[in-house]
């Protein structure tokens, strides 16, 4: 909606909407106007108010030497690079949700899970994590 703020022409005629001559285009452009549109939605629906968000833990963290299948390892790389989180902070979220029995991820996470469990041919599912093991043979070749 416009809302005229002052309706007397630009000193000297000279201004928005000024023809040569000084005569103005008309009664629109001949003062200052100016505009503020403010698109309210009416799907909000009226509830308390957001709560802030909580103050962070101070917590001790450790280095692991964790093994692990090297396609999972590439996945849950890509997906933290995705998120901008580390692969620590990750592993956390992970653990702690299922600590609660939560799923730790939504639909669009699971879809980008999908898409880099292709890329790196990671062909594994739950039903595969009580039966992996290594072979032995691998840690010999690489002099361990």
Same mark, same amino acid.
């Given at each position: @909606? ?5 309706? /007397? %022409?630009? %000193? #000297?005629?000279?201004?928005?909407? =000024?023809?040569?001559?000084?005569? +103005? =285009?008309?009664?629109?452009?001949? #003062? ?7 698109? @309210? ?6 509830? %308390?108010?957001? !709560? ?8 001790? /963290? ?5 093994? @692990?299948?090297?396609? $999972? ?11 901008? $989180? ?8 992970? *653990? ?6 939560? +799923? %730790?991820? #939504?639909?669009? !996470?699971?879809?980008? $899970?999908?898409?880099?469990?292709? *890329?790196? #041919?990671?062909?594994?599912? +739950?039903? +595969?994590?009580? /039966?992996?093991? &290594?072979?032995? /043979?691998?840690? &010999?070749?690489?002099?361990?």
């Amino acid at each position: @909606m416009w809302a005229r703020v002052d309706a /007397r %022409p630009a %000193p #000297g005629g000279v201004g928005r909407g =000024a023809r040569p001559g000084g005569e +103005a =285009a008309g009664a629109l452009t001949r #003062g200052w106007y100016l505009c503020t549109v403010v698109h @309210m939605s009416r799907s909000r629906k009226p509830g %308390p108010a957001p !709560t802030p968000p909580e103050s962070p833990l101070v917590v001790e /963290r450790v280095q692991t030497g964790v093994r @692990m299948e090297k396609r $999972i390892l590439k996945v849950l790389k890509a997906l933290a690079d995705y998120h901008d $989180i580390t692969l620590g902070d990750l592993l956390e979220g992970i *653990v702690l949700h299922a600590f609660e029995g939560k +799923a %730790p991820f #939504g639909g669009e !996470t699971l879809r980008k $899970i999908a898409d880099l469990k292709r *890329v790196f #041919g990671l062909d594994l599912g +739950a039903g +595969a994590s009580h /039966r992996l093991r &290594e072979d032995r /043979r691998e840690d &010999e070749d690489d002099g361990r």
